[in-house]
Nanobody, 127 residues
Framework: QLQLVESGGGLVQPGGSLRLSCAAS????????IGWFRQAPGKEREGVSC????????NYADSVKGRFTISRDNAKNTVYLQMNSLKPEDTAVYFC????????????????????WGKGTLVTVSS
C-alpha cells in the first residue's frame, strides 16, 4: 500500500528554518514526482514545490522562490523541503503528494493532478 508520511513541522520564529521530510513506503520513489502543498486556516490549498522522479526538474511557487529548496534521496525513499527565512505567512499544514512521472500534472492541475497524499504536518511561524 502506497503511503506518504510527513515530518519535521513545528513552531519556529520568523527568519528561522525548518526541514520537512516526506517518507514514502509501498512504492519506488524514483518513478514518482513529489509535490508539496500547503493550506493555511481559511485559505485554499496551494502548491509550494515539486520535484521530478529523477530529481532533475523542480518547480517553486513565486512566494517561496529563493527561500525553499526541494530535494530527494531515492535511496532513502525520502523527499525533503528545506525552508529558510520563514515568514508568518508560511504558517500552514504542509502536505506531501505523489504522482507517477514528472511534475507536469502538478504544474497543469495542481492538487487535482496528484493521486497520493500524506496527512500533513503543521508549520507555525510566530514570535
Amino acid at each position: 500500500q502506497l503511503q506518504l508520511v510527513e515530518s519535521g513541522g513545528g513552531l519556529v520564529q520568523p527568519g528561522g528554518s525548518l526541514r520537512l521530510s516526506c517518507a514514502a513506503s509501498g512504492f519506488i520513489l524514483d518513478y514518482y514526482a513529489i509535490g508539496w502543498f500547503r493550506q493555511a486556516p481559511g485559505k485554499e490549498r496551494e502548491g509550494v514545490s515539486c520535484i521530478s522522479g529523477s530529481g532533475d526538474s523542480t518547480n517553486y511557487a513565486d512566494s517561496v522562490k529563493g527561500r525553499f529548496t526541494i530535494s530527494r534521496d531515492n535511496a532513502k525513499n525520502t523527499v525533503y523541503l528545506q525552508m529558510n527565512s520563514l515568514k508568518p505567512e508560511d504558517t500552514a499544514v504542509y502536505f506531501c503528494t505523489a504522482q507517477r512521472g514528472d511534475c507536469s500534472s502538478y504544474v497543469q492541475f495542481g492538487a487535482y493532478g496528484m493521486n497520493y497524499w500524506g496527512k500533513g504536518t503543521l508549520v507555525t511561524v510566530s514570535s
